[in-house]
């Protein structure tokens, strides 16, 4: 079987998407893309021989569209992936799962509603072979408990219209996922640190800032988020146990050596440094689409990464108290 997937959001991720779909992956077909620029749509669909709509309502009440992959914007994501799950289709939707508390909860009582486990959050990172592999040894349990992991998350710069809310709802919530993913734990209190910013920056931004949590069991996290360091994409991520630790390596496969020193090339954006994560992440769903089955993370990780945002943004709005994170008690369902 073919799945006939349809693309809501014709901007970078979602053309990104796309072609790893039509080029890189087996299974799956793109059968529509909708954007509000419906011209947009028309660009990226017509050289598929797809359909265009200018609405992701039309896009999944189109009865030849099996399935649906949402890579709009954080803040319009709610009223999609509801009319998907009531559609009765899976849906792989861009991190954050929605940008207000609210809609994320909306969100866990329609999928409760269908019955089933339909949506998956693309949170990425937990099908990277680095963070997998931290996984695994801290599970193996060779180097004891975790307690403390050191991030950080540079990206050579953003646009004017990134807020510093942004920082923690669309750059740190992938450290707070993957922390969530690592430690098997939910984070409890949270703190934001907002040290001298850069000069690199856009004036409205807080730049860089840090991110301080503690999980249930007490291991500390700290994130440094820093959007205009210029020099590249760069993720870093270290998980101290007990009596050792791992850390991620860069994104190299080589390392040039000559009289300027040693050095590896450093990528630019999260396409390029997690393409073979996103590749895995889109294949597993397409696979586990044709069998009916849910697959990745699902929509109560999503709301368990917006409640930690939530807290988090109360703190930078407090000038950095700790917060409480509040979180509902976790459905069965999500059992
Ligand atoms: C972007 O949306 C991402 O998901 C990237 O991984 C992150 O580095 C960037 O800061 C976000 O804006």
């Known amino acids: 079987m073919t799945v006939r997937i349809g693309v809501i959001g014709a901007g970078g991720m979602g053309r990104a998407h796309i072609e790893r779909i039509e080029t890189e992956l087996a299974g799956g077909r793109v059968v529509a893309v909708a954007d509000l620029n419906l011209d947009g749509a028309r660009a990226v669909a017509e050289p598929l021989g797809a359909k265009a709509y200018g609405t992701g309502a039309e896009l999944i009440a189109d009865p030849d569209v099996d399935a649906v992959l949402i890579a709009t914007f954080g803040s319009v994501h709610a009223p999609d992936v509801i009319a998907a799950v009531q559609a009765g289709k899976y849906v792989l939707v861009e991190k954050p799962l929605a940008t207000l508390t609210e809609d994320s909860l ?174 895995a992440e889109v294949q597993q769903w397409i696979r586990a689409v044709e069998r009916d089955e849910h697959t990745g993370s699902s929509a109560w990780d999503g709301y368990a990464a917006g409640v930690v945002v939530d807290a988090a943004v109360r703190s930078l709005e407090s000038g950095g108290v700790e917060v409480p994170v509040e979180m509902i008690a976790k459905p069965a369902f999500y059992n």
């Open 106 to 279: 909306r969100i866990l009582e329609a999928e409760q509603a269908a019955g089933k486990k339909l949506i998956t959050v693309g949170f990425m990172r937990r099908f990277d072979k680095g963070y997998q592999e931290m996984r695994e040894a801290l599970v193996a349990g060779d180097h004891g408990y975790a307690t403390l992991v050191h991030c950080r998350h540079r990206n050579p710069s953003v646009p004017e219209g990134y807020t510093t809310r942004n920082m923690i709802d669309d750059t740190a919530i992938h450290e707070i996922d993957t922390c969530r993913y690592l430690l098997g734990e939910e984070i409890v209190r949270v703190r934001i640190d907002t040290p001298r910013s850069t000069s690199h920056r856009f004036e409205h931004l807080a730049d860089p800032l840090v991110l301080v949590a503690y999980t249930e069991s007490g291991v500390r996290i700290d994130d440094e988020v820093n959007v205009n360091i210029g020099f590249g994409y760069s993720i870093e991520c270290e998980l101290v146990m007990e009596q050792g630790t791992i850390r991620l390596s860069d994104q190299h496969r080589t390392v040039v050596r000559d009289g300027e020193g040693e050095r590896n090339p450093i990528c630019r954006s999260h396409i390029d440094r997690f393409h073979d994560a996103f590749n």
